[in-house]
């Protein structure tokens, strides 16, 4: 193989990568996506436990489509007071507590 065509082949599995993460959303351990969009699109916001208790952020208040959780957190609605405690692994593409959620603690 020629030097062209190794450049070649770099940059088609390069090419295919990138495509196969935009099917496959993933979230990097310790802490927690969301996504404004259902089906994990959209813009992406994280939080780590380090963070301790974070408002999400304006555009994802009461509008996270879909999240994805490499650790423990629990979400908050403040008015009325609301939960949702979730697990490290956990996940939905199509997230009702998104519709209500205010921030994310460590635990509820
Ligand atoms: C999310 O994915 C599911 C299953 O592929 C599909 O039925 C649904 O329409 C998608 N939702 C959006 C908002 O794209």
Known sequence: MNFK???IVLT???FA???ADDQNPSCQNGFI???VGQNYTGDQWRWTPRMNYRDVPRQFHNNVGSYM????ACFKNWIPYLTFECNDGDSSDSFTFG???DGVSQEC
């Open 5 to 7: 065509s190794i450049i």
């Open 12 to 14: 088609v599995v390069f």
């Open 17 to 19: 990568y990138s495509l």
């Open 33 to 35: 996506c969301f996504w």
């Open 69 to 72: 959780a490499k650790t423990n």
């Open 99 to 101: 519709k209500v959620i």
